[in-house]
């Protein structure tokens, strides 16, 4: 299994920039050469160079040192999300495709309801609604997320229901409820599992987004999408200012989605 | 008596109206007996098995009784039912891979049964799984606790899985096709395997099967079956020998025999009926050799023909009966040559 996983590159290289980014988040007060908040009039908007890498904002702040402590926001949004939503809508779904009938169609036409609205307009009127702030954001896009996990939960556990081994466990007087938490669902998770590593790419974008229109993280905050969104002003002026933040989100993402094609192709029984 | 199923009935939801499957099936199993239950695909044996286990879907209807030790299966309540399977009967299924959960190791599996059903503590459900393993004739058990499904073969998974269906002594165990997937030579030590257990715990077994060999080499008992009907039962060597409905006649002749060679083998033109177009007289009618008016019309009355032998054809009928044994003992003598 890990020789498969190593013998892909474009897999290699997102493990990468994953592993690089949870290290950043874990040692960020260590690498980070400057404190992320510190401001310093006299040193505003100077280009890059060996003091200030990736040069600094329109206070003087060292932008280098923001985008590192940026990856903590980031991870933390991406990662809590998920395990909300995950949860969630993994036993959500495995109810629906198990018990079927009215409860079946009760739960999937919430999911449809929620489906039925791009998931960041949604999120961004959740987030508007409560208010501004990263714990806002973080809710409304668990929020959106959940019902992805319960659609595919609840193919993979239709699929897998009449299976002999279930039939099996029943046999042995397993109650149904023991046979959807040691049967069913840790058979039908895998997808559903897939689709989170990538997900934590999208919903690091989307967290960006709103914290880009105003909806998230607030200015002082080493928020990319935020540090996006303060420099748009002065982007003629310090182009690294902007591209910097930008190119953060875009490495993160792609890591994420690396990784998470990677895994698809390497539990794909097809490619066995 | 251990089981006892009386005129059970049994009808299940199909776009929107029931249709019967099963029709008036009644037999026995005695403590320490096989009963075979043969017939073609379609024909009912599974859902005979799963009525007893009372494993149908939300909506199937079930009507008769089924005894087990004098208590109807048919009136116990959920909880009830998942204190007896598993406990006081259970079931193996065709396929051994599939019918272990890939995810789980192999002494895992074994061991949900006694957790469900014991109160022992870890260590001794441990000692009971390595017991069991050995019970069922598997090598070095100590290991094969730890292993997975997928590292073993199809003879190795059909042996575990008579190891959890064994783990808390059952009464009754019903396999459903418990051979078919596995290799002839495979077979035989499973059969055996299923004989020795039968005799050291004095229970009772149900074999499904459409493999005739297999009935003769493990049953005691033979029900045949058709288009969810009981059509003939007897006890073994009196079925192979004697038997009376042309369709338990058919399937015998559908056997290749040693050292006999013949042009052609028999077989059963037709299909069995599908459970919404039954017809109104004998279910066997178009595809029976030795057909009659009233077959069309009435269905034929269930009657003894011999010392536990019952078949259900008008072939058999008292007004007839003079004219059919001459016919039977041409048969006969066709069978001796």
């Known amino acids: 299994m890990a020789r498969r996983l190593f013998s892909s590159p474009l897999t290699l290289i997102g493990l990468f920039i994953v592993l690089m980014i ?29 003091e200030h890498w990736f040069g600094t904002d329109e206070v003087g702040r060292d932008i280098f040192s923001r985008i590192i402590y940026g990856t903590r926001i980031s991870l933390k949004i991406g990662l809590l999300v998920v395990v909300i939503a995950f949860p969630v809508g993994t036993v959500l779904g495995a109810i629906a495709g198990f018990v079927g009938g009215v409860v079946d169609q009760i739960i999937m036409r919430i999911t449809d309801i929620f489906l039925s609205f791009p998931g960041i307009i949604l999120a961004m009127s959740i987030a508007a609604a409560l208010g501004p702030s990263i714990e806002n954001v973080l809710l409304a896009l668990a929020i959106t997320w959940w019902p992805w996990y319960t659609r595919i939960v609840r193919s993979s556990v239709l699929s897998i229901k009449n299976a002999e081994f279930v039939e099996s466990a029943r046999v042995i007087g397993a109650n149904p409820i023991r046979v959807l938490f040691k049967e069913i669902i840790p058979n039908s998770i895998a997808p559903a599992s897939i689709q989170a590593s990538l997900d934590l790419g999208f919903v690091i974008l989307a967290a960006a987004g709103l914290s880009f229109i105003g909806l998230g993280a607030q200015p002082p905050s080493p928020e990319w999408g935020a540090m996006l969104s303060s420099s748009r002003e002065i982007l003629r002026d310090a182009w690294w200012a902007a591209t910097f933040p930008g190119l953060a989100i875009l490495v993160t993402v792609l890591g994420f989605n690396l990784l998470g094609d990677g895994l698809r192709d390497l539990l794909d029984p097809k490619n066995r | 008596m251990l089981l006892q199923v009386k005129n059970v009935a049994l009808s299940l939801k199909r776009e929107g109206k029931y249709t019967k499957i099963l029709d008036d099936v009644s037999f026995q199993v005695e403590k320490g007996e096989t009963v075979g239950i043969v017939g073609e695909s379609g024909c009912g044996k599974s859902l005979t098995a799963l009525s007893i286990m009372r494993l149908l879907p939300e909506k199937a209807k079930l009507e008769g009784s089924i005894l087990l030790d004098d208590e109807n299966v048919t009136e116990f309540s959920k909880r009830r039912l998942e204190k007896v399977r598993g406990n006081q009967m259970s079931m193996i299924f065709q396929d051994p891979l599939t019918s272990l959960n890939p995810l789980h190791t192999v002494g895992r599996q074994i061991e949900e049964a006694l957790i469900l059903h014991t109160d022992s503590n870890k260590a001794e459900r441990k ?36 190891a959890i269906a064994m783990a808390c002594h059952p009464k009754l165990l ?50 045949v079956m058709y288009a969810g009907k009981v059509v003939e039962q007897a006890n073994v060597k009196e079925l192979f020998l004697n038997p009376k409905h042309p369709y338990t006649k058919g399937l015998l002749e559908s056997i290749p025999k ?24 004998c279910r066997f009618y178009d595809r029976c050799s030795k057909k009659m008016d009233i077959c069309k019309q009435e269905i034929p009355p269930v009657q003894e023909v011999g010392e536990d032998h019952i078949t259900a054809c008008w072939l058999f009928k008292k007004e007839v009966e003079e004219d059919d044994t001459s016919r039977s003992k041409g048969f006969e003598t066709t069978l001796h040559h």
Not at chain 2, 212 to 218: D, K, Q, R, Y
Not at chain 2, 265 to 279: A, W
Request: charged share 20%; hydrophobic share 40%.
């Open chain 2, 127 to 162: 000692r009971r799984v390595i017991q069991l393993l050995k019970e069922v004739g598997l090598p070095r058990a100590e290991d094969l606790v730890n292993e997975y499904p997928h590292q073993l073969s199809g003879g190795m998974r059909q042996r575990i899985m008579i």
């Open chain 2, 258 to 281: 040693l050292g006999k060679r013949k042009e052609k083998l028999g077989s059963i033109s037709g299909m069995v009926p599908s459970p919404d177009q039954m017809p109104s007289g």
């Open chain 1, 22 to 50: 949870i290290v950043l988040t874990i040692f960020a007060p260590w690498i980070s050469p400057k404190d992320p908040l510190e401001v310093n009039l006299g040193q505003k908007l100077l280009p890059p160079s060996s």
């Open chain 2, 174 to 223: 019903i396999c459903d096709e418990p051979t078919t997937a596995l290799d002839v030579t495979v077979q035989a030590q499973i059969l055996d395997l299923m004989n020795h257990l039968k005799q050291i715990n004095d229970m009772g077994i149900i074999m499904i099967t459409h493999d005739l060999g297999v009935v003769a080499e493990v049953c005691d008992k033979v029900i």
